[in-house]
């Protein structure tokens, strides 16, 4: 299951290197969103420590 | 457009500036040392009682050094969105890697009673291994540290009449002597305020930058494919090339994996890895910003087109309105100040635990340490970000016995860390271009071999 998180993270950093040619904000942007989206899903969900 | 100064008027009131740095800092390190710093275990990880606010910002301070106001401001500025993505890599490996290893190790710390990342490694591995990762731990983070000190004294230069060498010195002392007076605690404290700093700084810079131009997102285009991935600097292998060792950085670099065994319980570390990561997004977005303002200001002549990307901080800082500047070059200073010293006290626990098991020794090296690191520092070796690289790639040695030492039983490391460490060296001098694949490569391979020989034997 982490291991599915951990490439879905990867892939989805990638993205811009395939799929956004634009010369605006649009990768910086695209960055800034996916590591926000991971760093509140770590933040929300249950650590393994948690359940000591 | 920025004015640059004809010079001058900055001297007395950086001087000030930094004398008065230098007191807070020093009254600040003293009070930690009232809490204790007789045992290894409070001198060097504060007696593992660290809350949550305390270790992110001593983690996120130790983490992020002069490499990115002067670096990656610089490196923003010369290729654009690469350096953002690069960084933003960095960043969302540390996560990953932060919250599924982080509560292990910090377990296995308590667990093993483990005050050095090497003693960690050699509870399982043996104390050859241990005296090994101190080894490359030394080789690899010299240049490294000295990479905070060139980038702080080339600000310090510019800024004041204060030559590079002096400022190599003044940066030596301040590192020396706050971890050798307040252990752990000491620079866990002084680091969250210089992190404070740090932060307020780069908003104030990006404000201020900003305002000059604050057509910069309609006119963002102009810098061409700057502003995409691949492009004619950013190519896939500068990226795997500068990526791989940075993704790894959380659990390779002693000085911040060191950092796992201070939370005081399992929330307080959960609040560690979370606020470091606000301020690790906040920052980069800071930083590169600004680098990718002054690049599109360059090219409508309001701001010089620098070759040297290293100069490119030192350059706005100049031209910004003094309290402005001094400020920034603070909040520069504090940043490398906060990585080297964490770095030098995370090597003097391994030279005191796994080397020479003696407190005074640990104490002594703290002293000798920097010395080697300002006498490096001096020659200034070849670019800062080079040489940053270079550390973290020959830190991924040290990354296979790790991931062992969760996932498996294995009990044999040194081989496999001594081989990966030297293809390693052998490749960097080849300028090979996927030197840190290569070495994790052979680190794994090697390290299975080892093991799996060995339990043939035993079968």
Known sequence: ?52 | MLTLPSGGGMLNSFETLLLFYAVAGTAIALYARKFGVKSDDEYYIAGRNVGGVISALTYAATTYSAFMMVGLVGLAYASGVGAYGFEMFYLAGTLMLLSYYGPKIWKLSREYDAVSPAELIGKRFGKSTAVAMVIISLVALIPYTSSQLIGVSLVIERMSGISFMTAISISAVLIALWAFIGGLRGVAWTDAVQGVIMILSAVIAVVYVFSLNPGFFGQVSEIGDLMAVPNRIWTPQLFIKLTVPWFFFALTNPQVFQRLFIPKDEKALKRMVVYFGIFGLLYTVLVTMLGLMLRVMAENGDFPLLKDRDLVTPTLLSAMPEWMGLLVGISILAAAITTANSIILSLSSMVSRDVFKNQMAGRASILVLTVTVALFASTRPSYIVELAVMSSTLLLSIFPLILALIHTKFSRGLEAVLVSFLTGLVLRYLKFQFTGVAVLAVGFAVLLAANLTKRGKIG
């Open chain 1, 1 to 52: 299951m982490r291991a599915v998180e951990f490439a879905a993270v990867i892939l989805a950093m990638l993205v811009p290197f395939i799929a956004i040619k634009t010369h605006d904000m649009a990768t910086y942007i695209y960055w800034t969103v996916v590591v926000a989206a991971y760093l509140a899903y770590t933040a929300f969900r249950r650590w393994d420590v948690e359940q000591l």
